[in-house]
């Protein structure tokens, strides 16, 4: 049975009272009534919460008080928004609902009141607010955690900048509006910041839910949000650092977070990465930074259960059980995804199972449904076209009862090695003027090798293949818009030359407007803060 431990429970002595605007963080400051009581700091708790905001939506579970003001729990996820920002607005999915803003992320046409946006935004700001907190009043109690929380908080500052570019910036608790900071500049602090806290991080090694520290950042997560990083500086500073990229991601590769092989009774070892059981099946040697979940101790709508819930559909296979009794059926495949898999196949003709899905692509990654499903979204309100995806499932391998019949046990891998494979090969393709070295291309058949896909060669590797692969091993991880950026296809001078169905607004696709390759400021956080100037465009 799966271990509860680590499981982000806070007394309420712990609760932070933080509105989610960067404008208005003196909220968090509090003053004891009566001048006798004396205010002690519960140093535990307030560490797990700075994990906790990326977990879960407050201290009472998915059904209660959602620590972002004025909005619910299930919209403000953190999983569930950086997968809608980074994933809806893209070649891999697309979704048939009709609630604020996800339109708009289908059709790319998101504006500074997109509610999405904001609560995502407002999530990761609220995180840093928890971080500068226990920075503020818990630093010098343990070395190891302090480390932590920075790397937690520049893991927020990291998001921020990838989707908002220039934004408010601040180290410290205060009443006063922060400053903006330059997306260049912010890049430089985040490097700074990781390099300088990592030695104190826990040292890299492979954990499970017995074990631990499990699910706490170690030293390797700095290295592969440098690596993360670096492969995008180009995009954030101008200057390109393919060598660091791939310097850093070789440290990961090396170290003990390696490629989970061990699949069983008929689950593939890819498969296992995103089950109920995956910080216990052995499957976590690949997880770098999981975030957890239990069905019981620690429910969300806005985690794991929102990538299983929003992409299965009641209609599906029984033999396909995926462990919860939620099938919201909104999310689907594109078919730009798909044909990475199928490149000679017409769509039509598969008509298969997901298990039956994957024997047929020759890649265990393949793991769509598409009975009764045309491959091409030709209406995005309705869920009779676009394939299923059943990547995400709470069943277990060991055939093991989850905890609920709702709720999910699978903890999700935000950070784990696999991704460090795919920037050392992009990064030594880019050093070497687009094609991958002899050596290299290891890393890419380590994957393929994984997933019992064919090899290939170095000369097949071009830096578009590369591209393709991410695909293929990342897809609804939320790695997408941002992958799109970097190669220059997502909007811009080249976003007509790389379409996909809905792309712009029309079913054969059109390209859009390079602004659109940051989001703009929540209006209102900048019309709270003087001190903000909107993004280009907006």
Known sequence: MKAMKFKYILPAAAVMLAAGLTS????????????????????????????????????????????????????????????????????????????????????NTWDASHPMLEGFYNRLFTGIAYCNHYLDVCDGIDATRTAEVRFLRALYYYHLMDCYGN???????????????????????????????????????????????????????????LARMYLNAEVYTGEARWADAKAYAEKVINGPHKLWEGGTNGWSSYQMLFMGDNGESGASVEAILPL??????TTSWGTSLFLMASTW????????????????????????????????????????TINDMAAVANDDRALFYSIDREPVVTNPSEFTSGFSVGKFRNTYSTGATPHSTKFCDTDYFLMRSGEAYLIAAEADARMNGGQISNDAVQYINALRKRAHA?????????????????????????????????????GGEHSADFTWEWKGGVQGGQGFEAYRNVYAIPAEDKNANPNIQQNAGY
């Open 313 to 352: 559909k009641s209609d599906m296979d029984t033999n396909n059980d995926y462990g919860t009794s939620e099938n919201w059926a909104g999310n689907r495949a594109r078919s730009n995804l798909i044909r990475r898999f199928f490149p000679n196949t017409p769509l039509t003709d598969l008509v298969y």
């Open 24 to 107: 208005c963080v003196g909220d968090l400051d509090v003053t004891p009534i009566d001048p006798a009581t004396t205010m002690t700091v519960d140093e535990p708790a307030l560490y797990t919460k700075c994990y906790a905001n990326m977990a879960l939506a407050g201290n009472t579970g998915a059904d209660g008080d959602c620590d972002i003001d004025r909005l619910d729990g299930g919209t403000t996820g953190f999983v569930r928004q950086m997968w809608n920002a980074n994933e809806l607005p893209t070649d891999e999915a697309i979704c048939c609902w009709g609630d604020p803003g996800i339109p708009q992320f289908n059709f």
């Open 292 to 297: 957890l979940q239990d069905g019981v101790t």
């Open 167 to 225: 934004v408010p910036f601040t180290t410290v608790l205060s009443t006063t509006s922060p400053e903006q900071i330059q997306r260049a500049d912010l890049f430089k602090w985040i490097e700074s910041e990781l390099k300088d806290c990592m030695g104190n991080m826990l040292e890299p090694a492979v954990r499970t839910s017995a074990s631990t520290g499990y699910g706490r950042a170690d030293q390797d997560a700095a290295n592969l949000l």
């Open 454 to 490: 064919s090899q290939v060669t170095a000369e097949q590797c071009t830096l578009d293949y590369i591209l393709d692969e991410r695909s293929r091993e990342l897809y609804f991880e939320g790695f997408r818009r941002t992958d799109l950026v970097r190669y220059g296809y997502f």
